[in-house]
């Protein structure tokens, strides 16, 4: 039987008057990709958000790597952190910084004693592993969104993490660029072996880079299972709107 | 049900309910500078960094103003005191002026204008585009590395500016004292280092620690709090410069009536 990295259990999570998740339940096995779809403002960041202690929820378990999130002290949710890479939907790149510095940052706080050609080799392979060696000095005002996105994810994969969450990947690109990283995406799964949550409302996405789909709707999971199994009989017709609007033959 | 009250409530008192519940948001967010300031890891580099962005870099603008206040204040006082013959007593009067008031206030009220507004803006879009959030899911604390560090490196940076300020203003207004009164260097300083005195000194420094903590705090706590995109950034960036110059005009007011308590004793 595989290992569940990630277990949430009757998750709720209100803002205000705003339920935003209302009891879900969701598990990610090692190895495995799972991909939230959802529409914007169903909850889908907040859901990976509670994962890493960014946000906490109101009742309900969240279980990474086997442990209580919302029970853990400061330290232990640091190192816990150190295991999940989280590329988020704007990149996010600290744009005082240039790329080497950014890919670093996390590097020479978390690793100590390494020395300085160790860390350049780190970042050079980091770099080329998502295909932008040649902006190693570049600013981030300087790349495209596509590469913004890259180099997000080069930063959370310098820290070698078992799961990966990727918030909204395409977002905002073009089909292209959208196509590249999906791609990208499953090399990262491929090669650094990660378990990944993938954050979408792209089809497209969701079809090439996940094993399993889960539908967030009204804060709920509405429906689960591999592509075929949630979209082909859909009968929710929330969820078959879903799939009709993004236009993807069967 | 303490919603539906809360919607009952009048503007006004919603506003009051407002106004201290920031007050107290405000409060823990100096409480935790000090928690955090004094434990490890530190972040010198980044300590050191700031203290060249808020100091080095405000000399140009620092200089130009002390200088040209020096002058002026020179300028404008002179009439007055040759009313009374008392000209020769140009150089007491502005030491104590700049020394005691205006120094301080103007080095303040610029930096709350230069390095408040950018340290608002500068946390408050690291914010909104999740940097602050990227940061933390790596393991770093960002108060510490973002907050600290830039509070810290005011309170150091802007007693040392004001000195500098202090220093600029007297060398502008003996430039003007001596071409009219043909007074040299070292008489002016010999009048100058008369008139004040210790208190006036460590006044001054003092003064000069809590305006720059609070120029510090402000544009953190403004950054850190903002919200709704880049509209938000720019509204903590005004704030953080409006909300700074208010305070240290409050604490101007204080000060002074500290010092001047502590000179009658």
Known sequence: MKEKVVEAIGLKKSFGDLHVLKGVDLELYRGETVVILGKSGAGKSVFIKIMVGLLTQDS?????????????????????????????????????????????????????????????LKIEEMLDSVGLPQTINQMPSELSGGQKKRIGVARTLILNPEIMLYDEPTAGLDPITCMEINN??????????????????????????????????????????????????????????????????? | MAEEADDRKPLLSKKIDKFFKGLADAWSFVRRYFQEAFLPPFEFKELIHQCYRIGVESLPLISLTGFIVGIVFTNQSR???????????????????????????????????????????????????????????????????????????????????????????????????????????????FQVFESITFLDIWSSVLKSIVFGFTIGIVGC??????????????????SAVVISMFLIFIEELLALQIVNAIRNM
């Open chain 1, 60 to 120: 309900g378990v969240m279980r990474v790597l086997g442990q209580d999130v919302e029970k853990l002290k400061t330290k232990a949710l640091n190192t816990l952190r150190l295991k999940i890479g989280f590329s988020f939907q704007n990149s996010a790149l600290y744009d005082s910084m240039t790329v080497k510095e950014n890919l670093e940052f996390p590097l020479v706080r978390n690793i100590k004693n390494l020395t300085r050609k160790e860390k350049d």
């Open chain 1, 184 to 250: 990208l995406i499953n090399e990262v799964q491929d090669r650094f072996r990660t378990s990944s949550i993938v954050i979408t409302h792209d089809l497209t996405c969701a079809k090439i880079t996940g094993d399993r789909m889960a539908v967030l709707l009204d804060g709920q999971f509405r429906s689960k299972g591999s592509f075929q199994e949630v979209f082909s009989k859909a009968e929710d017709q929330q969820v078959k709107s879903f799939y009709d609007y993004n236009f993807i033959e069967s």
């Open chain 2, 79 to 189: 009439p007055s005191l040759s009313e009374f013959g008392a000209s020769s007593w140009l150089p007491s009067l502005i030491s104590i002026a700049v020394v005691r008031a205006m120094g301080p206030l103007v080095t303040a009220l610029i930096a709350a204008g230069k390095v408040g507004s950018s340290i608002g803006a500068e946390i408050g879009s690291m914010k909104v585009t999740e940097q602050i959030d990227a940061m933390e899911v790596s393991a770093t604390n960002p108060f510490k590395f973002l907050v600290v560090t830039r509070v810290t490196a005011t309170t150091i940076m802007i007693p040392l500016l004001v000195m500098y300020t202090d220093f600029v203003a007297l060398m502008g207004s003996f430039l003007n004292v001596n071409a009219n009164e043909m007074v040299s260097l070292t008489t002016f300083f």
């Open chain 2, 221 to 238: 706590y403004k950054g850190y709090n903002s919200t709704k995109g880049t509209e938000g950034v720019g509204r903590a960036a005004n």
